[in-house]
């Protein structure tokens, strides 16, 4: 698949406006806030910088190269500046007026102070950006095809666009304050077009967990769910890349549509790590291994970690585990040596932000990457 694809994509999913909405729970105003760093939460970052009107943390994350290096890296996917339009005003329904998602079907799902949220991949795969507020947090939820990665910001007094550009196959975004390019999987700043000199700084981010319609309506039967009312009349029933219920098309074969900055060829490319990171590193755990062995353990940078499985969502967190401190997997539940049980999410230990990603994507950002395979 071309370039060219991506602009044939627009004009077959129609994205032009559309106004009117059905059986809406409201815009912007529903929803959950990332929890205020409790232990164990991980919500990164707790100032915003001076000078900037993007919230950002106080350490940066690390970059696999200069950021000059990362902007020469970047490739036009096909569409222009916001050519993938962005949802700026969802409006979301409840789950009895949901007809459109098969319980098979994947959704990236939010849940905090006893709200939840639901954003279905077939919606995002058309606009790859919504911009949101959970309980009066302004953010923007991320999603990028082609690397297979789902990611949430604060946003602070801006929005955030689709650049048109891509590296490593996956998104650049741009904030729509200082137009800074910010390569979601790095949620690090780097210069664009728009802005040459910005300060290169690290997003705040936030969880948001890829499930199953079925397993989130399961776990949050009160869930808000993004409604296909976007104001575009998009065909939300197709998928151009493939189908992940069942698996298909681009989702399921080895095929890239442009190339990477360090070819790691040790697994196939599209097997779905559960990737972390933080300053001093990251590691990469197999989803397929850690559903299998329920626990992991391994290192970031120096400090032991441990990845811990969670049948509910079919997901998986890390943690770091600087003291080594064992557990035991337990019919759902992590057991500590002292027969203290904890809920997969909810473990004594710092949780460092984890997500899905294809190998190919996480190993070209991360080449240096422990992995737990």
Known sequence: MAPVSRRRFLAAAGLASLAGCSELLGSTSDGAAPSPSPAGAETEGETVSPGLTVPTRDERLPLPMSPNDLRDASQSGGPSKDGIPSIDDPRFVVPGAVDF????????????????????????????????????????????????????????????????????????????????????????????????????????????????????????????????????????????????????????????????????????HKTVFMGARTPDGAVAVRKRTLREEKLATGTLGDTPVIAVYDPRYDTGYVYLNPDDRPYEYDDGSVVSAEGIEHQPDALPLKRVHTFDAMWFAWAAYYPETTVYA
């Open 101 to 268: 998602l098969d319980a098979g079907d994947p959704v990236f799902g939010v849940a905090r102070d006893g709200v939840a949220k639901a954003y279905p991949q077939k919606i995002l795969v058309a606009h790859e950006i919504v911009n949101d507020e959970l309980a009066g947090i302004p953010v923007s939820v991320t999603y990028c095809p082609l690397t297979g990665t789902v990611q949430g910001f604060e946003r602070g007094e801006t929005t955030f666009g689709v650049s048109g550009r891509l590296i490593n196959n996956n998104l650049v975004m741009y904030d729509r304050a200082t137009e800074t390019w910010w390569p979601q999987i790095l949620a690090t700043s780097i210069p664009g077009p728009w802005n040459e000199d910005p300060p290169i700084r690290s997003l705040r981010e936030f969880r948001l967990i890829w499930t199953t319609w079925g397993r989130w309506r399961d776990a949050h039967p009160e869930t808000a769910v993004l409604s296909t009312d976007t104001g575009y009349a998009g065909n939300y029933a197709r998928d151009p890349y493939g189908s992940y219920n069942p698996a298909g098309g681009y989702y399921r074969n080895a095929n890239l549509l442009f190339p990477v900055t360090n070819d790691d060829d040790r697994y196939d």
